[in-house]
């Protein structure tokens, strides 16, 4: 069965600081993985996801992942925090034979000022 | 491309009255997601459709709901009767279904039971 966690329910960042948002997921074929935005009274909004190749994925407003396959991670990253970075960030995987995205419980990100 | 449409944004209803959201995936897209969204149990998958066929509809949480994906370009989600342990953000999303690509998500329907 496909699972993810996100460990963390809130992140507390300093702006300017590089952030780290935690994922860790467990599929039983190869992991397709993803993370998603929300902002308040929003939609999911797709970040980047990780198929296959490269383990840095680069995504969008300057966030980036690593797949790590022997932690089972994929750790959600920004150089540097905004404001407007604020938001719950998902997690989410599906196996490459399944259609199910399935979710982690979100991590809210608090970035001050 | 308008994305995913979902209407109406905020539905206030009272206890036992039929409720349908309703959602327009992105043309083209294969695969057709409820998803509903509440603070106690995160974002939960109801049931998915793969070229309007329901393929999984084991979130579904009781009878009461129901959902059918009549053509590619409509499907609706049906809670009848409502109860207030209803009340949540409801989403659609789409996919194209026959690539390892992500979600596209709808703004959701903020549904509130009294």
């Known amino acids: 069965a496909q699972s993810v966690a996100q460990p963390e329910d809130q992140v507390n960042v300093a702006e300017g600081n590089p952030l780290t948002v935690k994922c860790t997921y467990s599929?039983?074929?190869?992991?397709?993985l993803f993370w998603y935005v929300q902002y308040p009274n929003r939609g999911l909004q797709f970040l980047l996801k990780?198929?296959?190749?490269?383990?840095l994925v680069k995504g969008s407003y300057g966030f980036e992942a690593e797949f790590n396959k022997s932690q089972t991670s994929f750790h959600l990253k920004k150089p540097s925090a905004l404001v407007s970075d604020s938001a719950l960030y998902f997690c989410?995987?599906?196996?490459?034979?399944?259609?199910?995205?399935?979710f982690g419980s979100g991590t809210r990100l608090l970035v001050r000022p | 491309d308008a994305g995913v449409i979902q209407s109406p944004r905020h539905e206030v209803t009272e206890m036992g009255q039929e409720v349908t959201l309703r959602c327009k995936p992105i043309?083209?897209?294969?695969?057709l997601f409820w998803y509903r969204q509440t603070m106690m149990r995160g974002l939960e998958l109801l049931i998915y459709?793969?070229?309007?066929?329901?393929?999984?509809d084991s979130g579904m949480p009781e009878d009461r709901f129901s959902a059918k994906m009549p053509n590619a370009s409509f499907s609706t989600l049906k809670i009848q009767p409502s109860e207030p342990r209803d009340s949540a953000v409801y989403f659609c999303?789409?996919?194209?279904?026959?690539?390892?690509?992500?979600?596209?998500f709808g703004s959701g329907t903020r549904l509130t039971v009294v």
């Open positions: 459709f793969n070229n309007n066929v329901p393929i999984d």
């Open positions: 990780y198929i296959t190749g490269d383990n």
């Open positions: 599929v039983s074929g190869n992991p397709y």
């Open positions: 043309s083209g897209h294969n695969s």
């Open positions: 999303a789409s996919n194209p279904g026959s690539k390892p690509s992500g979600y596209t």
């Open positions: 989410a995987v599906r196996d490459d034979s399944s259609y199910k995205l399935i």
